[in-house]
């Protein structure tokens, strides 16, 4: 069938590859999906990917054309497309429900967030001093696999303690890579457990808000209330689910 052609679109990576090494796939900034086909819907209403929660990333590595390694991408990157991927799929308008009302936004006006490019001169790796107790610490913006592996922990934590739910602990455990100086595992998991106020703790995740890569997945409902968020699940990728 090589007489068939599939179109195919560049989408730019909120990060612009800035966070990825030399020899990534992804250091471009840029990558090449195909339009989603039936091939891809076949994955959509596969059951054992929608109870495994994995169906959407499954679709997503489906109409990637680039060569990458899609665990190394940067949360913010991976919204970009699966942003990408819905309008290649379906078409920019979106209709959902919010407030008991159907609201309707237009994909394709979704923008990355502007960034600071100074900020990204070493890579995937960043400093910050807890303005509280004054720790220096370095850091890390989550990518796919950190995020496979924070669900996974949390599932085991789960199994010994069902009433347990430490994802915002967790979660700084893998994104804090050093404690003055110290970037021993245990150490940084002492610290979060044991040191890290809550006020430097949001401190903290305020400013990774503000400085991660990402696209603006919120829009203004018609009801004139604040900003709200874009609701993301199946019905995003297939609007007649």
Same mark, same amino acid.
């Given at each position: 069938?090589?007489?068939?052609?599939?179109?195919?679109? #560049?989408?730019? $990576?909120?990060?612009?590859?800035?966070?990825?090494? +030399?020899?990534?796939?992804?250091?471009?900034?840029?990558?090449?999906?195909?339009?989603?086909?039936?091939? +891809?819907?076949? /994955?959509?209403?596969?059951? !054992?990917?929608?109870?495994?929660?994995?169906?959407?990333? &499954?679709?997503?590595?489906? $109409? /990637?054309?680039?060569? /990458?390694?899609?665990?190394?991408?940067?949360?913010?990157?991976?919204?970009?497309?699966?942003?990408?991927?819905?309008?290649?799929?379906?078409?920019?308008? %979106?209709?959902?429900?919010?407030?008991? &009302?159907?609201?309707?936004?237009?994909?394709?006006?979704?923008?990355?967030?502007? =960034?600071?490019?100074?900020?990204?001169?070493?890579?995937?790796?960043?400093?910050?001093?807890?303005?509280?107790?004054?720790?220096? #610490?370095?850091?890390?913006?989550?990518?796919?696999?950190?995020?496979?592996?924070?669900?996974? +922990?949390?599932?085991?934590?789960?199994?010994?303690?069902?009433? !347990?739910? @430490?994802?915002?602990?967790?979660?700084?455990?893998?994104? #804090?890579?050093?404690? +003055?100086? &110290?970037?021993?595992?245990?150490?940084?998991?002492?610290?979060?457990?044991?040191? =890290?106020?809550?006020?430097?703790?949001?401190?903290?995740?305020? %400013?990774?808000?503000?400085?991660?890569?990402?696209?603006?997945?919120?829009?203004?409902?018609?009801?004139?209330?604040?900003?709200?968020? /874009? @609701?993301?699940? $199946?019905?995003?990728?297939? @609007?007649?689910?």
């Amino acid at each position: 069938m090589s007489e068939f052609k599939l179109p195919t679109e #560049i989408v730019e $990576l909120p990060s612009k590859g800035l966070l990825y090494p +030399e020899e990534s796939g992804l250091k471009s900034g840029k990558i090449e999906m195909k339009y989603m086909t039936a091939k +891809e819907e076949d /994955i959509l209403t596969n059951q !054992s990917y929608i109870s495994k929660g994995t169906v959407l990333d &499954k679709v997503m590595q489906s $109409l /990637i054309v680039s060569k /990458i390694d899609y665990n190394s991408l940067l949360v913010g990157d991976k919204n970009a497309i699966m942003v990408a991927a819905r309008i290649l799929g379906y078409g920019s308008e %979106y209709t959902f429900e919010y407030s008991g &009302k159907d609201e309707t936004v237009d994909l394709s006006e979704i923008q990355n967030k502007e =960034l600071d490019d100074s900020l990204f001169q070493n890579g995937n790796k960043f400093e910050f001093t807890l303005p509280h107790t004054q720790n220096h #610490i370095t850091f890390k913006l989550l990518t796919h696999k950190d995020e496979k592996d924070i669900s996974r +922990e949390l599932e085991g934590l789960k199994k010994i303690n069902k009433n !347990s739910s @430490p994802e915002l602990s967790t979660r700084l455990k893998y994104i #804090i890579t050093s404690v +003055e100086g &110290k970037t021993e595992k245990k150490d940084i998991r002492e610290f979060v457990d044991n040191y =890290l106020l809550a006020k430097d703790s949001r401190a903290l995740r305020e %400013y990774i808000k503000e400085i991660q890569p990402d696209v603006d997945l919120t829009f203004f409902p018609d009801d004139g209330s604040s900003r709200a968020n /874009i @609701p993301v699940g $199946l019905k995003f990728f297939w @609007p007649d689910l």
